[in-house]
């Protein structure tokens, strides 16, 4: 089975803090995603990367970075977390044109 | 601008019968669909995908069919159940975006006994 696993399932953090979401994945998938879901706006995609050190924007990358060091290992940075990024924040992994697998969660509180 | 539609934010279906979600897109470079299940405080679980090459694809209870030239999709449970009860996705992709899905706003399908 695949397992895609996040660092935390709940976080609450300070405006201003700098915030690190880890996602860890074990199918080897070369594909990554981080995406957000709020309510009534479903799943938007912040970034992706394709390969190790590669990323891409995806619809809403403003105040977000990433870093993928290694293939298994994807990580979503909030520079300075503002109260519009309170939202649950979800990873995926996938290979090619098939089904993404997601992780469990983040649901970022930020105050 | 939303390329995947879901129309309607809630339906509700009795233990048994048939429900129907509907999906709606506009970006015709689509190659793949795929329709997610997501429970609350859960991360989205696959569900079932159809290739563009086709118009019908079927796993068990779980039917999508897919009318490219009226960019539709729709999901059919049969018969349904209250473990059915879940907020579904509707998701896209194409090869000359990187395989990210765009993604509906989800449907909200509360299945009662």
């Known amino acids: 089975d695949v397992k895609v696993t996040q660092s935390s399932r709940y976080l609450v953090k300070r405006t201003g803090e700098k915030v690190f979401l880890e996602c860890v994945q074990d199918?080897?998938?070369?594909?990554m995603f981080w995406y957000r879901q709020d309510p009534g706006l479903g799943l938007r995609l912040i970034y992706f990367s394709y390969d190790v050190k590669m990323k891409e924007k995806g619809d809403i990358p403003e105040g977000y970075s990433v870093s993928r060091e290694k293939k298994e290992r994807f990580s979503l940075i909030l520079e300075s977390a503002s109260t519009n990024q309170t939202s649950m924040y979800l990873c995926a992994s996938g290979e090619g044109l098939y089904e993404q697998y997601f992780g469990p969660g983040t649901r970022l509180t930020v105050t | 601008d939303q390329q995947v539609k879901q129309n309607s934010p809630s339906l509700s279906v009795q233990e048994g019968r048939i429900s129907i979600l509907n999906c709606d897109y506009t970006n015709s470079m689509f190659d793949y669909f795929l329709w997610y299940k997501k429970y609350p405080a859960e991360g989205p679980t696959f569900l079932i995908s159809?290739?563009?090459?086709?118009d019908k694809n079927e796993d068990g209870r779980f039917t999508v069919f897919l009318n490219k030239s009226a960019k539709h999709l729709s999901l059919h449970i049969v018969p349904s159940q209250p473990g059915d009860s879940a907020v579904y996705f509707c998701?896209?992709?194409?090869?000359?975006?990187?395989?990210?899905?765009?993604f509906g706003k989800g449907t909200s399908l509360l299945v009662t006994p």
């Open positions: 199918m080897d998938h070369e594909n």
């Open positions: 998701a896209a992709s194409a090869r000359n975006s990187g395989y990210a899905l765009n």
């Open positions: 159809i290739s563009s090459i086709k």
